[in-house]
Each structure stands twice: as C-alpha cells, then as structure tokens.
C-alpha cells in the first residue's frame, strides 16, 4: 500500500475513475469538486416529473466501468443497471426517408436495401472499421500512448500505416459507401468526439464498431445513475469527497506541486490529478505565462460546444427512437459552417433523445421529454455571442424539427431548459464552453490529446476529455484507469 496522498481536482467521470483506480493501489484519495453533486458533465436535470441527461446520454463499452467495479471484487450489476437498445439510433433526412441502425447484419441490410445501399458495402465498412479499433484499442487505448514517440515505440513503422493516415474521416467512409444517406451516418459518428468528418482522421472510423460489436445501452433510470453507482463504490472504498468546493489555486514547491487551495484553505498532496481541462487548469489555477498557453491553444483547440435544449411536453411523438438524428441537408456544409467558419449553422444537424421509449419513468404518462443537441461552435472570446443570440439559433432548431414531422412541436412544450456554451463554460470550466474537450483534426493534432503527465510538474497529472484518448464517457473512464497506472509507475 502507497500510503501517499493524491487530490483530485473535479469529479468528472475521468476524475472519479482515476480516485478508484488510485485507491484499489492503496494512495489514499480525496476529490475536490465545484458543484454541488458530483459527475462533471453527466449531470441530470429533474422537474415537474421529466428526467433528463443533460450530458452524455450513451452509454457505450461498457466492459472499460466493470472494470472499476472488477478490481474492487464487486459487480457493476449490483450498482448500475443497463441495457440494449434496438434501434441504436433513428435517421432523418429532409427528403422524408427514415433509417434505423441495427447492430444484427440481416436488419442493417434491410434498412440498407431501403435507399439502394448494397448490403455489402455496409459489411465491408463494418470489416475496415473493425480493423481501425482492434488496432487503436490494443495500443493507443489500452496501453495508454500519449505521443508520436510513444506510438513509433508500440506500433512501429508497418502497423502505423495500416490506420490510414492519408484520407480524412469522410474520405474513408465514401470510399466504402455510395448513398448519402449512409455517408451521412457513418460520418456523422463523429459526434462522439465532437469533431469534423471532413478535418478528423481517417482512422477516427473506428468508432462504429465501438456501437455495432459492443452495442449501445441505456441506464435504468437515466445515465447520471452511473455517477450514483460510483459513488456508492467510491464510499465503500473511503474515498473522500468535496463537494462545493472549488480549487482557486495550486501551489508549487520548486518543480513539484504541493498541494491546492479550494475554498480558502490549503491542502498538501503528494500527487495532484486534475479533471478540470489542461488549458483552464494550467491558465486558472496555476497561472502559466501566456507564452505556454499559447503554445497549449495551438495544439489543443476545442472540440465544439452545442446548445443544449430540454423540452417537457404533453404529448408523444411516436415516430421518434430513443435516439434520434435529423441530418441536415448539406452535411458537409454544416461542418464546415462549425468548425473552420465557426459560424451557427444554417441548417445543422440535430441529435435528439427521447429517452422515455425505453424508460416511460422519465416522463408523465403520456408525454415526452425531449434532449435536443446541434453541434454549434465553441466561444470566440474575441467576437462571443449573447444568450439572445443563441436563442434566435434555438428558433432556427424548432422550425427544423416542426418541418420534419414534430409537427406544432411548440404548442405542446410545457417545460423548457436551455443551455448554451456559456453555460457550459460556466458550470464545468470547460475550455470555451467545449463539451468534448480537444478536436480531433488530423491537420493540427492528428487526434492527439494533452499527455497525461504534466511537462512543468512531474507530480501533475491531468484527466478528461482534453487528455488521450478524449472525449466520451468510456474513454474518459478509460483515461482515468490508465493515468492511474502512470502514477503508479512513475511513482516506484
């Protein structure tokens, strides 16, 4: 047993996994958070009888959260009940032409066979993603590479060039694909790391096996009963939380961090692990020059941000899945507007989750409650908009999703939230309101991340969406495992 002490600073999902991690290797652990509930963007909003996910509401790879549960000797059935969905998601497209994704290959190619993709096209995408991930996860994810040095040491010249390198996301989604219908899906995985098709990395086609080989789930209850389960475990193993406690600042003793200072009073560590973002961190509390955070925002630009819409209604839509896209028009348009413009699209593409398809208890009998997200760009501190004018965009949303069948959709909304970047910037110090951390575009990072250990302080070390492998709850859970296995390493 370690006996040293580490702090953590968030209690974002990479945060949490990280103090679990730390804490089946014997260091004792406590967690300083800002809020007043834990969970970091897996937040929950309940009222007047809707439930909804205001952050993350898919749960994939479920095996990387057992093992935080594994390596305790318990069973993550007996904290957190999941399940399967069927469909995974629901497509629409302006045109009136509906898809559904199956992870079972006979209904994939029926739905295939709808819009004249040949089935196995589909097939041979599935078989050249498959190769993508088995190739990223036996390196990259699980061994946890930080760097081109790390990945040259693992991989090696012939295996580096087997992830594609030389097309970008769409490229390699187009050269399998022949509808625009399924170009726009597959492209559109890209919504899990925030980032552009047309910009991300070819080998970013990995991410469809993470759905169609592991399957996608639902949390009874909502997903933030990930974070209650946590908790309990987090309780059983003495792990100490902080709760409306933010950190103001972190102190250094010559080249080593000593400890941090939350609510006006100083706490000694012998490690700190900071799930507040790599930017904010290094900028808030540890004030770098601005020479090293510009350095840091040449290769760490956000991942996008998105307005966040929560609609309490009195009806049901019945044509909506649990999990819902309406795509736009000109999808490459879209992304273009967002991430090189970095305008608010005209026409976006909307993810939409109706969440009692699958849970009835997370409405009134009856009624819908509706999580609408469009991707839209991160804050531009030089020319930022105004809460007005995100609002104007959140019109633009409705009159979208009223032309595409919701038909009077304002009419039955009895109960509304709304979040813009601002507010997200706000209530998880995110680095201008992005809500997936670092952008994956093969031009300026190729999809790297921050490195998990600090390069000023060797005792410093970061989690989360901003750090390898990114964003996404089970990669975050991932980062967490890992850094941990860094600590533990680095500190014999």
């Not at 694909?177 to 919504?191: A, C, G, Q, V």
């Not at 309990?232 to 406690?245: P, S, T, V, W």
Request: proline share 5%; with cysteine; aromatic share 12%.
């Amino acid at each position: 047993m370690s006996g040293k002490k580490v702090i953590v600073i968030g209690s974002g999902l990479g945060g949490l996994s990280a103090a679990i991690s730390l804490r089946q290797s014997g260091y004792e652990v406590e967690i300083f958070e800002k809020n007043a509930q834990i969970g970091g963007k897996l937040n929950v909003l309940k009222d007047r009888g809707y439930t909804f996910d205001l952050g993350p509401s898919i749960l994939t790879l479920p095996h990387i959260f057992e093992r935080l549960f594994e390596r305790s000797g318990r069973k993550m059935a007996d904290y957190i009940s999941i399940r399967p969905l069927r469909p995974h998601w629901r497509n629409f497209f302006e045109d009136g032409i509906t898809l559904d994704l199956y992870p079972e290959p006979e209904k994939m190619a029926a739905e295939a066979r709808k819009v004249g993709e040949p089935p196995e096209n589909i097939e041979r995408f599935l078989k050249y993603s498959a190769g993508l991930y088995d190739l990223t996860n036996e390196g990259y994810f699980e061994q946890g590479l930080d760097n081109w040095r790390d990945f040259a040491r693992h991989y090696g010249l012939w295996k580096f060039f087997q992830f594609d390198l030389f097309r970008n996301m769409h490229q390699g989604v187009a050269s399998h694909l022949k509808t625009p219908y399924f170009r726009d899906i597959f492209d559109f995985f890209i919504k899990y790391v925030g980032s552009s098709a047309q910009r991300a990395p070819a080998f970013m086609n990995a991410m469809p096996t993470i759905q169609f080989r592991y399957d996608l789930w639902y949390v009874d209850g909502g997903l933030y009963n990930i974070a209650l389960g946590l908790r309990r475990l987090m309780d059983e193993l003495g792990i100490k939380i902080h709760l409306n406690a933010p950190v103001s600042d972190v102190r250094r003793e010559g080249s080593r961090v000593s400890g941090l200072v939350a609510n006006g009073t100083f706490h000694a560590a012998d490690i700190i692990v900071s799930n507040m973002e790599v930017i904010p961190a290094y900028e808030q509390l540890l004030r770098e020059d601005k020479t090293f955070i510009a350095s840091l925002e040449k290769k760490l630009e956000p991942a996008c941000s998105g307005l966040i819409l929560d609609l309490g209604l009195d009806c049901k839509y019945p044509q909506l899945a649990h999990h819902n896209f309406f795509f736009s028009a000109h999808q490459r348009g879209h992304f273009h507007t967002v991430f090189q413009k970095r305008q608010m699209p005209d026409d976006p593409t909307i993810y939409l989750v109706a969440a009692s398809r699958s849970d009835p208890g997370v409405a009134p009998a009856g009624c819908d409650c509706l999580k609408i997200l469009p991707h839209i760009p991160y804050i531009d501190d030089k020319h930022p908009l105004t809460r007005e004018d995100y609002l104007k965009f959140k019109e633009r949303i409705l009159d979208k999703l009223e032309r595409m069948g919701l038909k009077d959709l304002r009419k039955h909304i009895v109960f509304e939230h709304v979040w813009t970047p601002l507010d997200i910037r706000e209530q998880y110090n995110s680095n201008k309101g992005s809500i997936y951390g670092v952008v994956s575009d093969r031009w300026k990072n190729l999809a790297f991340k921050a490195p998990k250990q600090s390069t000023l302080y060797p005792n410093l070390f970061f989690v989360g969406g901003s750090v390898n492998p990114g964003g996404g709850m089970p990669m975050v859970v991932l980062c967490g495992q890992n850094v941990a296995r860094k600590i533990v390493a680095w500190d014999k």
